[in-house]
C-alpha cells in the first residue's frame, strides 16, 4: 500500500486532537457522591491520556509521521517548545534559582520533560481539555522538590496548599504560580512526581483535599507499579512495552460531541507512536464484540450515503437509550384541538417509532455544505408500522419546529414522508427577510430516514437510496472488514477553508491575510492526499481494542452514473 495513502488517517487523527479543544460542544460533568474537587473532575477517569518515554520528543515524533509531516510544519513542535505556560515555568525555575541560591539548573525542566512520563486531560466547562495532569517517575526532580518548604515559606510564586496523608507519609501540596490564568500543583513523595494544572483538581471549594482526588493522587505516588498505573488500566491498555512507543487515547466522552449516550459501546480511539513518527497504529475499544456490524452489513449503510463527502463516520446507536428523550415528549393533544399541524406529539407514539430503528446510523458532511449542517441516514426494521409517517410527522413538529409540515413532492412520490420547516439562524444559506434561514429537513424513503439542517442534502440522500445517484459504498474497496470511516482529504480541506473564511470578518484584512499565508498552505497540502476509510482487522484483544487499517479507496464512482436533477 502507498505509504502516503497508509498514513492519511494518521494526520486526520493528529488534526482531530488537536482541535478537540475548539471545536468540542459543552458537555455535562458526571456527578459523584460524597466529597469532590472544585472543578468536579473525576481524577480516576481521563478524558484523555498520553503515555511517552519523553513529553518533550513527543510533538516532534507526532510530525515525522509521513501525512502529518506533510499537513503540518516544525512549528507544531516549536509551538510546544516555546508554550507560555512552559515558558513561565522555565522562568520561575530560574529565578527561584537565582533569588533562593537553590542548586537548581536551567536543565531541570528539560530534564523532566525527556524522561517516561503519563499525562491526562479533563475538559473545563466548555468541553474544552483544558485540566491536565501529568506523572513521572525522576529522582533528579523529586529531590529538588523536597527542598520547596524553605522557599514556599518566603517566596510570592510559590506556597503550601495543605499536607497531604500519603501512603503514611506527609506529602505537601505546593502551588506554583504561573501567571493570573495559571496555578500548578507540585506533589512528590520517594522518586515518584505529580504535577496538577489547577489546584481545583485536587482541592475542594472549602480548600480542603478531596477525598476521591487524594486517593488518585496517592496511588500516582506509590512505589507500587499498579497503582501507579490506574489510568492504563482504566483505558484497557496493557503495560508499556519498552520499545519506546507513546500510546496517545482519546475517550469517546471526548470525541463525541456529548452524544456518547447514544452509542456507549464504542468507548475509545488510540493511536500508537514509534519514535521519529516511524510507525503508527490505530485501535478504536468498543465494549462487546456486537458493537459494530459485521461486513458486508456495513455495506448496506454506506451504500444509502451519498458519494463524494468529505467525511462520514459510522455511529452505532443504541435505539433502546432514546427512549427516555421521547419519554420527555408532551402528552397526546386532546379533543378540542383542532389545528393538527400546531398539534403536540404523542409520546407513546415516538416511542413505539423508535422501537423500529435498527443497526447503525451515520453521519457525513459534504464540501457543497457547511461544516455544521451534517447529513443523519439510519435504517428501520422491515415491515414498519404503518403509522410510522404519521409519528415522525409528530417527530418533525416537535424537533424542527411547531411548523413542520409534509412538502409537496413527498406527495407525489410513493414511498416518500418529507417533513421540512424554515428556521430563522445567522449563517443560513437562504433569506427570510432581513435574517438568514435554514430549510431543517426530515425525510423517510422506504426504511431509510435522512436528517439534515442542510435541506439539499437530504434531497441528494432520497436520490442516492433510489438509485439516481451514487453511493459511498460504489468507492469502497471490495476488501472485508467493517468500515467505521470515510475521508477525502482534498474536500475536507475545501469545507474548512471557505468554513474558515467565511467567519473571519471582511473588515479585518490583517486576520484574512495569515490565515491565507499560513492556513491555505496546509490545506493545499491536505488536498493531496487520496481518500482513504479506516476498516476494522480482526477481533481485538481481550480489553476490547480493535486494530484498524487505513486504506486507500476510488476517488469518485464511475462517471456513467446519472446525477440527481
Given at each position: 500500500m ?14 482531530v486532537?488537536l ?8 458537555m ?16 480516576s477517569?481521563?478524558?484523555a491520556?498520553v503515555?511517552t518515554p ?6 516532534r515524533d ?6 502529518v ?10 509551538y510546544?517548545?516555546?508554550q507560555e ?13 537565582y533569588?533562593r ?8 525542566l ?5 524522561e517516561p ?19 513521572m ?14 522557599i ?19 506529602v505537601n ?6 501567571s493570573p490564568?495559571?496555578?500548578?500543583v ?5 522518586n515518584?512526581?505529580?504535577v ?9 471549594g472549602?480548600g ?6 487524594q486517593e ?7 512505589g ?12 484497557g491498555?496493557?503495560?508499556q512495552?519498552?520499545?519506546g ?9 471526548l ?8 452509542f456507549?459501546g464504542?468507548?475509545?480511539v488510540?493511536?500508537?507512536v ?7 497504529r ?49 402528552p397526546s393533544p386532546?379533543?378540542a384541538?383542532?389545528?393538527?399541524a ?9 416511542k413505539?417509532?423508535?422501537a423500529?430503528?435498527?443497526?447503525p446510523?451515520?453521519?457525513c458532511w459534504?464540501a ?11 435504517q428501520m ?6 403509522k ?6 409528530s ?7 411547531s411548523?413542520?409540515?409534509?412538502t409537496?413532492?413527498s ?7 418529507k417533513?421540512?420547516?424554515?428556521v430563522k439562524?445567522?449563517?443560513?444559506p ?5 435574517a ?30 433510489a438509485?439516481r445517484?451514487?453511493?459511498?459504498a460504489?468507492t469502497l474497496?471490495?476488501a472485508?472488514g467493517?468500515?467505521?470511516?470515510v ?5 475536507i ?5 471557505r ?6 470578518p ?5 486576520l484574512r ?8 498552505p496546509?490545506l ?8 482513504a ?12 481494542w ?20
Open positions: 502507498d505509504r502516503r495513502r497508509k498514513w492519511f488517517a494518521a494526520g486526520a487523527a493528529a488534526i486532537l482541535a478537540a479543544g475548539v471545536v468540542v460542544v459543552k455535562r460533568r458526571p456527578h459523584f457522591d460524597g466529597d469532590i474537587n472544585a472543578l468536579g473532575v473525576d481524577l477517569r481521563p478524558f491520556y503515555s519523553a513529553l518533550s520528543r513527543l510533538p507526532i510530525v515525522q509521521a509521513p501525512v509531516r506533510d499537513v503540518l510544519t516544525e512549528d507544531f513542535a516549536f510546544y517548545e516555546d505556560d512552559r515558558l513561565s515555568l522555565r522562568g520561575a525555575i530560574k529565578r527561584i534559582a533569588e541560591e537553590t542548586t537548581w539548573t536551567d536543565q531541570l528539560a530534564t523532566a520533560l525527556d512520563a503519563e499525562m491526562a486531560w479533563w475538559p473545563d466547562a466548555k468541553g474544552a481539555p483544558r485540566y491536565w495532569a501529568v506523572t517517575t525522576r529522582g533528579a526532580v523529586a529531590t529538588a522538590l523536597q527542598g520547596l518548604a524553605s514556599a515559606a518566603k517566596d510570592s510564586q510559590l506556597s503550601i496548599l495543605g499536607t497531604l496523608r500519603v501512603n503514611g507519609g506527609d501540596a505546593y502551588a506554583l504560580v504561573l490564568r495559571r496555578t500548578l507540585l506533589l512528590s513523595q520517594g515518584r512526581v505529580v496538577l494544572s489547577d489546584p481545583g483538581l485536587l482541592f475542594n472549602e480542603q483535599a478531596s477525598a476521591p482526588a488518585v493522587v496517592e496511588g500516582l505516588l506509590s507500587d507499579a499498579r497503582a501507579q498505573s490506574a489510568w492504563r488500566r482504566g483505558f491498555l496493557a503495560e512495552d519498552g520499545a512507543n507513546s500510546s496517545i487515547v482519546a475517550d469517546a466522552r470525541l463525541s460531541f456529548g452524544y456518547q449516550h447514544f456507549p464504542v468507548q475509545a488510540r493511536f500508537d514509534a519514535q521519529n513518527g516511524a510507525t503508527l490505530t485501535a478504536v475499544r468498543v465494549k462487546a464484540a456486537g458493537t459494530l456490524p459485521a461486513a458486508p452489513g456495513d455495506r448496506e449503510l454506506w451504500s444509502a450515503l451519498p458519494a463524494n463527502p468529505a467525511a462520514c463516520t459510522m455511529l452505532p446507536v443504541e435505539w433502546t437509550q432514546m427512549e427516555q428523550l421521547m419519554a420527555d415528549a408532551p386532546s379533543a384541538d383542532s389545528d393538527k400546531a398539534a403536540p406529539p404523542d409520546a407513546a407514539a415516538l413505539a417509532l423508535v423500529q430503528f435498527e443497526g446510523a451515520a453521519v459534504y457543497r455544505s457547511q461544516l455544521h449542517t451534517p447529513l443523519f441516514v439510519a426494521k422491515a415491515g414498519a408500522d404503518p410510522t409517517d404519521e409519528a415522525l410527522a417527530l418533525a413538529r416537535w424537533v424542527i419546529s411548523n413542520a409540515a409534509d409537496d413532492d406527495a407525489a412520490k410513493p414511498g416518500v414522508g417533513w421540512q420547516s424554515q439562524a445567522p449563517w443560513g437562504y433569506a427570510d427577510g432581513d438568514k434561514a435554514y430549510k431543517p429537513t426530515l425525510a423517510r424513503q422506504g426504511r431509510w430516514i435522512a436528517f439534515s439542517p442542510d435541506d439539499k442534502l437530504v434531497d441528494l440522500a432520497l436520490n442516492t437510496q438509485r445517484y451514487p453511493g459511498v460504489d474497496p471490495p472485508g467493517t468500515t467505521l470511516v475521508g477525502a482529504p482534498a474536500q480541506a475545501d469545507l474548512l477553508q468554513e474558515a473564511m467565511a467567519v473571519l471582511a473588515e479585518q484584512e490583517i491575510q495569515a490565515a491565507r499565508q499560513h492556513l491555505v496546509r493545499d497540502a491536505l488536498r493531496k492526499l487520496p481518500p476509510r479506516a476498516v476494522t482487522q480482526g477481533a481485538g484483544d481481550g480489553n476490547g480493535v486494530p484498524v487499517e487505513w486504506q486507500a479507496m476510488s476517488a469518485s464512482p464511475a462517471s456513467s452514473t446519472q446525477q440527481p436533477k
